[in-house]
């Protein structure tokens, strides 16, 4: 996770290094352009009875990419991509309030925790399948994924008949909408996945053995790595967390809606773990940056609204930001157009493709 | 819950996000007759996509007008994709279908695919939507009039402000519909129009943003509109799902909508007119997504060989908050 080895970097440098400091910058500067146009944007107040401010919501409505993006991250260090999360957010969401729904009394603990059961099995299953078509069958993994992708959302919409499911139920109101101790309660959860996540990839061997079947699943394998079961791995619990954003964001409107939830949230992922400095050939990872891309998307988000971008220029608004980021990213245009000077000092220290954390086994393909 | 129709449905929108909507499936039992000899008329409906209670009620509508008339129909799901559509569009004419009927996604991009249909002499219908393209490319539109629908909010808004004993300046957010589609353009064109013309010094659009028809865009932008304009007196959203969201937004930052932020949607769904009836949606104006019955007649005189008006319109009526209750028992979709 450290910089590379530079030789007495002054503070700046060391700084500007940092793999996160980009996406850190990026974030920073969307932040503060929102303060012309909402004065008391960083203001925090208390209204009925928890926090409530732009940064609150930020948080609150990015919830659920953020999680679907460290899921997609350790899928994308495996080398591999998934693209059927949307599709798994709304399965998720469908079958747990359509199981909800059916309950005589939508408030009772124990149906609420068995219908999130019951959705999280789903993503689950939806996970191993993927893992396995990757795998154990060696399909390309954007092919694998594009199929649940694709059906996932007519398995949701069969769940849900097609409707746009409403509940009232006030446990199932918690996870994605409701506060605890003032604050979101998505807030905690986001925590306490991130907080899993980074211990078991940094605390244990596991991260390096993404990384290592990212970086070569042969090689890996030949050194004794089950590179495939890592694999399937992966590809469960990145539907795991999209099952639990789809909590979430079903949740949080307190409906089922099989057509649009989580529509296009596979893209904004794997945006978010781009700009957060993952790689796409995998081999690398940032749990870290992979926060800090999601949260990025969804201040762009919020930005595109308060600052009262037309509505037609949307997306092109929101591009432009996106390739200034990627632009950022790239060592070679930092060179090119800030770096002349700078790149020449400390040219050697800085390979071309910052393939550090990785152990260098590509050579071997 | 798992039927036959539905599986089918869900089944068609998977074959056309997938872009395989070359082959369509046929809603119903399969007959081997070429469409061409046989005498029940053949429709190739394509639909916007089922993003809505108001939408599923309006292909719930066609789908038993259809039935009751004896008609074949080939429905496909567009998923609101426009090349879905249109690919689904092409795949009707591939099998020549007697005539066309679609609600299209976005407004533009039409004239090939109906330049194609019309070299095939296949007429098209459209529904709920309206298109920008050449008038003879089309025979007919069965829909609602958005602008129309646009003004009569505008008009029941200021009913809803007397009502409340607003006095003076009117502040608007606007949550807006999916951009470029014919409602959201049509009905915030509908509203400045009266706007512009009876209220230029009073009320005042402050913001206005899509929140793409769902109630997630709807409660993610009213959020923000809270954050950048503490000061909203009005918000008029587009449809009613929005309007659901952006009640859930209000509450959380700790105000009460229908009192201090008086809400009018439209569309006229049952959850809306449960949210009119708890006091929480000051007014609704219907847009009636049961059209199948005239979208049945229209086809019959076409394929007949029959003239129709340009525009048949759905009839529609507006409700206030005090109607709420009366009307929830009667609401179907």
């Known amino acids: ?365 | 819950m798992l039927n036959r129709r539905n599986f089918l449905t869900a089944a068609v929108g998977v074959a056309a996000t997938a872009g395989l909507a070359a082959c369509a499936k046929e809603d119903g039992s399969s007959s081997n007759t070429s469409s061409g000899g046989s005498k029940t008329i053949t429709l190739g409906f394509s639909q916007v996509g089922s993003e809505s209670g108001w939408r599923t009620a309006n292909t719930d509508s066609v789908k038993s007008a259809a039935k009751e008339a004896g008609y074949k129909l080939q429905f496909s799901d567009a998923q609101q994709k426009q090349e879905n559509q249109i690919s689904a569009i092409r795949s009707f004419i591939a099998q020549k279908v007697d005539v066309i009927a679609f609600s299209p996604v976005v407004v533009t991009g039409w004239d090939a695919v109906l330049k194609e249909a019309q070299s095939a002499k296949i007429p098209v219908v459209l529904t709920d939507r309206s298109v920008e393209s050449d008038e003879s490319l089309f025979v007919a539109l069965v829909g609602s009039d958005f602008t129309d629908e646009g003004r009569r909010a505008a008009k029941i808004l200021e009913k809803v402000l007397q009502k409340a004993g607003h006095k003076g300046k009117v502040k608007i957010a606007q949550l807006e519909g999916t951009t470029g589609a014919a409602p959201a353009i049509e009905r915030a064109k509908g509203f400045k129009e009266v706007m512009d013309a009876e209220h230029k010094d009073d009320w005042e659009i402050v913001v206005s943003q899509t929140g793409d028809f769902t109630r997630a865009g709807g409660k993610q932008v009213m959020a923000a509109f809270l954050q950048s304009n503490p000061d909203i007196d009005v918000l008029f959203a587009h449809n009613d799902d929005m309007g659901l969201g952006a009640i859930q937004a209000i509450e959380a930052a700790g105000k009460k909508p229908g009192k201090d932020i008086l809400i009018v949607t439209v569309d006229g769904v049952k959850d809306g007119f449960i949210a009119m009836s708890e006091g929480k949606i000051n007014a609704i104006v219907e847009c009636n997504p049961l059209l199948g019955p005239q979208l049945m007649e229209v086809v019959k005189t076409v394929h007949e060989g029959g003239k129709v008006e340009r525009w048949i319109k759905t009839k529609e009526s507006d409700f206030m908050q005090d109607q709420a209750k009366d009307a929830l028992p009667t609401r179907k979709y």
């Not at chain 1, 352009?33 to 203001?43: G, I």
């Open chain 1, 1 to 365: 996770m450290s910089t590379p080895a530079v030789t007495t970097p002054s503070r700046w440098r060391a700084l500007t290094r940092h793999h996160l400091f980009w996406p850190v910058a990026v974030l920073i500067a969307l932040l503060l352009v929102n303060v012309p146009f909402t004065p008391d944007f960083f203001a925090i107040r208390m209204a009925d009875g928890h926090l409530y401010g732009s940064l609150v919501s930020i948080v609150l409505f990015g919830s659920p990419l953020i999680l679907v993006a460290v899921g997609m991250t350790l899928v994308i260090a495996t080398g591999g991509i998934d693209l059927s999360v949307g599709a798994v957010v709304a399965i998720t969401g469908a079958l747990t309030c359509s199981y909800i729904s059916d309950q005589a009394d939508q408030n009772a603990l124990a149906g609420v925790f068995l219908a999130m059961g019951i959705g999280l099995v789903a993503a689950v299953v939806c996970g191993l399948w993927n893992g396995f078509l990757v795998a154990r069958m060696g399909i390309q993994p954007i092919i694998a994924t594009l199929i649940i992708m694709v059906a996932g959302r007519g398995v949701a919409q069969l769940i849900t008949d097609g409707q746009i499911i409403t509940i009232n139920s006030e446990p199932y109101k918690l996870i994605g909408g409701g506060y605890w101790l003032t604050l979101p309660f998505s807030i905690f959860v986001v925590a306490a996945v991130v907080a899993v996540t980074v211990a078991l990839t940094r605390r244990t061997a596991l991260g390096l053995l993404v990384e290592s079947v990212g970086g070569n699943a042969e090689a890996s394998r030949l050194v004794g790595i089950r590179s495939r079961r890592i694999k399937i791995m992966v590809y469960m619990f990145c539907a795991l967390c999209a099952g639990i954003a789809g909590l979430m964001i079903s949740s949080n409107t307190s409906a089922a809606d099989g057509n649009n939830a989580g529509l296009w949230i596979e893209l904004d992922a794997i945006l978010a773990v781009v700009i957060g400095g993952t790689s796409l050939l995998g081999g690398r990872f940032s749990i870290g940056g992979t926060v800090i891309g999601a949260l990025v998307i969804q201040t762009l988000t919020t930005t595109i609204y308060t600052i009262g971008v037309p509505t037609q220029t949307n997306l092109v608004f929101k591009a432009a930001v996106v390739i200034v980021v990627c632009l950022l990213q790239s060592p070679k245009f930092r060179a090119k157009v800030f770096g002349a000077k700078g790149a020449r000092t400390t040219a050697p220290a800085e390979p071309a493709t910052p393939a550090d954390a990785a152990p260098k086994m590509e050579v071997s393909r």
